[in-house]
């Protein structure tokens, strides 16, 4: 793999780290402004739209800057938004930084998921894609338990100074390591948008949004349902944390290695099982250790997922990848924000902090069932080609199953 994609880890790796570490400082940012634990909530619902908006925003705003200066300019307004959080006199002025920091997120994974691919064979994208994203991973492993720690003992004002600095870092190796690839002759504006009239690409999105959406229904009060349900002290939070990052680093390079071979089939297992782990979390989540296997499973299945919906989207969109690229990434981050929001909604309603993770099978299993239809509608798609004059069949595309 080319040098180029540890810069684009590197980059991941930062943008990874604010964006879960809020999860685990959840009670603490809500206890020094005074709000609940819903409503601090908003700081991931926030975040996440955020993502939304910026990904085609800030990719449509890039398309006459090189690749590798749009990157290194993205990585300036996340440092921006990051240092806006550590230093907000109020709830609302953090909630502002951290749509600031997130602003840069979606068109951060677009734009990267496009260089990394156009760095290797062709036959090596997925597996490209994922080791840009092994930086996202990596953060919920040591970048997210070490903030939370942070937080809890030092203040988690000084974790948001340690993820910009971090931006910091990500910004140098974009400048040292991505090289400056080439735009493609002839791609237009006109050409991105036209992306969204192909019905896989917004099925694929659908799958992104329902998919991903049903990890962050559980793991965002994961500190209040792992200390008021399994009984974990306020500092297990970080190692349980460490169990989904773990989780998340092997399902994304498992679901890499395998979407090169076989995309659909690497989706149906991977949300099939993610609906069914995530309905016995509410059982699981009362006893300690089936809780901490079920989290590292949920980052295990969850991710599993990325490296597929990346690659079938850039498949699907071939030829003016980057704006689908981007808005694809915000797909994954409106996920997280209906589910942030609708688990939200069932713990106030005196559900329970178990009762997201209802919320979260059913959109994983929505997922799948967009998956089925996705791939049906390709087969019959394929049939008028593949049947001859004579009546008799050809060899079927292999496209079925990409």
Do not use: C
Not at 226 to 231: D, I, L, R, S, W
Not at 330 to 350: D, T
């Amino acid at each position: 793999m080319p040098l180029a994609l540890l810069a684009l880890a590197i980059g991941a790796f930062g943008i990874g780290t604010t964006e879960f570490v809020i999860m685990g400082l959840l009670p603490e940012v809500a206890g020094d402004f005074g709000v609940s634990i819903p409503t601090a909530g908003l700081l991931v619902t926030g975040y996440a739209l955020g993502v939304v908006i910026g990904a085609p925003l800030m990719t449509v705003l890039g398309t006459k800057v090189s690749r590798k200066r749009m990157l290194m300019l993205l990585m300036g307004l996340f440092i921006a938004g990051n240092l806006l959080s550590a230093v907000a006199p109020a709830f609302a002025i953090m909630l502002l930084g951290r749509v600031i920091a997130s602003l840069a997120h979606g068109a951060f994974f677009g734009i990267g998921s496009v260089v990394a691919a156009e760095l290797v064979a062709p036959d090596k994208k997925a597996g490209a894609i994922a080791m840009m994203f092994t930086g996202l991973t990596v953060a919920n492993v040591v970048g997210v338990p070490l903030g939370t720690l942070v937080g809890q003992h030092v203040g988690w004002r000084v974790t948001f100074g340690i993820v910009a600095a971090l931006g910091v870092v990500g910004l140098a190796g974009i400048a040292k390591l991505v090289p400056e690839l080439p735009r493609a002759e002839g791609v237009h504006l006109r050409h991105e948008l036209a992306a969204f009239k192909n019905a896989q690409v917004l099925l694929a999105m659908a799958m992104t949004v329902l998919g991903f959406g049903g990890v962050f229904a559980a793991i965002t009060y994961i500190a209040p349902m792992m200390t008021h349900v399994a009984g974990y002290a306020d500092g297990s939070v970080t190692w349980l944390l460490v169990l989904f990052g773990l989780g998340m680093v092997g399902g994304n390079l498992v679901g890499g290695r395998f979407a090169d071979r076989a995309l659909m089939p690497m989706l149906y297992v991977s949300l099939g099982a993610l609906a069914v782990v995530l309905a016995l979390f509410t059982l699981t989540a009362h006893n300690k250790i089936a809780a901490a296997v079920t989290i590292a499973l949920i980052g295990a299945l969850g991710f599993a997922t990325v490296p597929p919906l990346q690659k079938r989207v850039l498949d699907q969109a071939h030829g003016a990848p980057t704006l689908a690229s981007a808005v694809n990434i915000g797909a994954f981050n409106l996920g997280n924000a209906l589910s942030a929001w609708l688990g939200g909604i069932v713990i106030a309603a005196g559900l329970g902090y178990t009762a997201p993770n209802w919320v979260g099978a059913a959109l994983a299993a929505a997922a799948l069932v967009l998956a089925v239809l996705s791939a049906a509608l390709e087969r019959r798609a394929t049939l008028p080609s593949a049947v001859v004059a004579g009546g008799a069949p050809t060899e079927p595309r292999t496209a079925v199953h990409r």
